[in-house]
T-cell receptor, first 112, second 115 residues
Framework: GQQLNQSPQSMFIQEGEDVSMNCTSS?????WLWYKQEPGEGPVLLIA?????ELTSNGRLTAQFGITRKDSFLNISASIPSDVGIYFC????????????FGTGTLLAVQP | DGGITQSPKYLFRKEGQNVTLSCEQN?????MYWYRQDPGQGLRLIYY???????QKGDIAEGYSVSREKKESFPLTVTSAQKNPTAFYLC??????????????FGNGTRLTVT
């Protein structure tokens, strides 16, 4: 079945560093979403992308919908300790439903 | 504040027992979903519902059942037929089922442990 390849699997960085993670697929999608999940909580939507080539920012976060519609990246600038969590990409393949496929997540640890 | 409430946060059951997880939303969303999360894996869709009294199987529906008698409620029953029920269960909702500009909003999950 369809799946999203998310990398890296984990990142351990120092506070203040920039972070970059990405998702790729062999299939074409028309939605890319980025979620953050903190321990014991549900994922929270960070950024939603609906158009190929779209570049969207949310504070220190920037995400882009790849021009081929098969990939997306998320950048976090000047990381802070509260950025810790698991970041998931999710993508929709449209059609008659809004069902999403989720990546396996990137675990981010930020050392003060 | 509008949101999705899942209860309980932690649930323990003996093998062979059915257990029902609660999910309530006051966002007036039409669509609701149940996902299962296992360590190191992405979320996998169990069931989803577009409107009241209608629901569809997701990718891993075997051993689970749902009902949608009210717009705001979408309980999930984990039956004894589910071979590996211990997991973190997430309920979500969206304004509509169709339409790509209707992102999912998640509850805070229920961690089910079956021994």
């Amino acid at each position: 079945g369809q799946q999203l390849n998310q990398s890296p699997q984990s990142m351990f960085i120092q506070e203040g560093e920039d972070v970059s993670m990405n998702c790729t697929s062999s299939s074409i999608f028309n939605t890319w979403l980025w979620y953050k999940q903190e321990p014991g909580e549900g994922p929270v939507l960070l950024i939603a992308l609906y158009k190929a080539g779209e570049l969207t920012s949310n504070g220190r976060l920037t995400a882009q919908f790849g021009i081929t519609r098969k990939d997306s990246f998320l950048n976090i600038s000047a990381s802070i300790p509260s950025d810790v969590g698991i970041y998931f990409c999710a993508s929709g393949y449209g059609g008659a439903t809004n069902k999403l496929i989720f990546g396996t997540g990137t675990l981010l640890a930020v050392q003060p | 504040d509008g949101g999705i409430t899942q209860s309980p946060k932690y649930l323990f059951r003996k093998e062979g027992q059915n257990v029902t997880l609660s999910c309530e939303q006051n966002l007036n969303h039409d669509a609701m979903y149940w996902y299962r999360q296992d360590p190191g894996q992405g979320l996998r869709l169990i069931y989803y519902s577009q409107i009241v009294n209608d629901f569809q199987k997701g990718d891993i529906a075997e051993g689970y059942s749902v009902s949608r008698e009210k717009k705001e409620s979408f309980p999930l029953t984990v039956t004894s037929a589910q071979k590996n029920p211990t997991a973190f269960y997430l309920c979500a909702s969206s304004i509509t089922l169709t339409g790509i500009d209707s992102p999912l909003h998640f509850g805070n999950g229920t961690r089910l442990t079956v021994t």
